[in-house]
């Protein structure tokens, strides 16, 4: 089992347990803890079932269940994983079902090349991968291989909100 923690910049966390699922040949996602403020407060934890397919989401003290036959349902920080895994493997196109505070969305990126971007890390090569599919938002994403194939950049925007993010820390120690 792997936690991943992520702070996002708008004000909170989310911290993920994720595993690799031998069935589906993915990571998947055993639970999440999110808490945010600012543009949206959340205070959510969701829980999902061996199958991956069935979650219990508790959302600000709101308790809602989901199914997805169509496959598993994965949070952000399991589908950044599972990109950086797939870049290391050769592919391009990636589909997922992620969990939100109150859905499942369907989710498609794409590689779209290798490009040189400045960072706190000096310049670096990276991957870019852009999510398709979704005519109103744009998200933008960079994989350094240096890094381990991590995300180290990305870029959200959408009609009332553009966040951005930069990897400010980096370990491979456990």
């Known amino acids: ?10 004000g909170g ?5 994720i595993y690799w699922s031998e069935q589906e040949k993915r990571f998947l996602s ?9 543009f949206s407060t959340v205070n959510m934890t ?31 920080n399991t589908i950044n994983l599972q990109i950086s895994t797939g870049l290391k493997f050769g592919e391009t196109d990636f589909e997922f079902y992620m969990q939100t505070s109150d ?13 040189t971007i400045k960072t706190k890390f000096g310049e670096l090569e990276a991957y870019r991968v ?10 933008i994403a960079w994989f350094a291989p240096l890094f381990n194939h991590q995300m180290v950049k990305f ?3 959408r009609k009332v909100l553009d966040i951005s993010g930069e990897l400010v820390d980096y370990s491979t120690e456990f």
Do not use: C, W
Not at 49 to 74: C, F, K, L, W
Not at 103 to 115: P, R, S, T, V
């Open 1 to 10: 089992m792997l936690t991943f923690l992520f702070t996002l910049l708008f």
């Open 103 to 115: 859905d499942i969305a369907h989710y498609f990126f794409e590689l779209k090349g290798k490009e």
């Open 13 to 17: 966390n989310q911290q993920s347990d």
């Open 30 to 38: 055993s639970a999440f803890f999110r808490e945010s403020s600012g």
């Open 46 to 76: 969701a829980n999902f079932d061996a199958t991956g397919r069935n979650s219990v989401i508790n959302n600000n003290g709101e308790r809602t269940e989901y199914s997805n036959p169509e496959g598993p349902i994965v949070d952000f």
């Open 130 to 139: 852009q999510q398709v599919r979704k005519k109103d938002r744009t998200f």
């Open 155 to 157: 870029e959200y925007q």
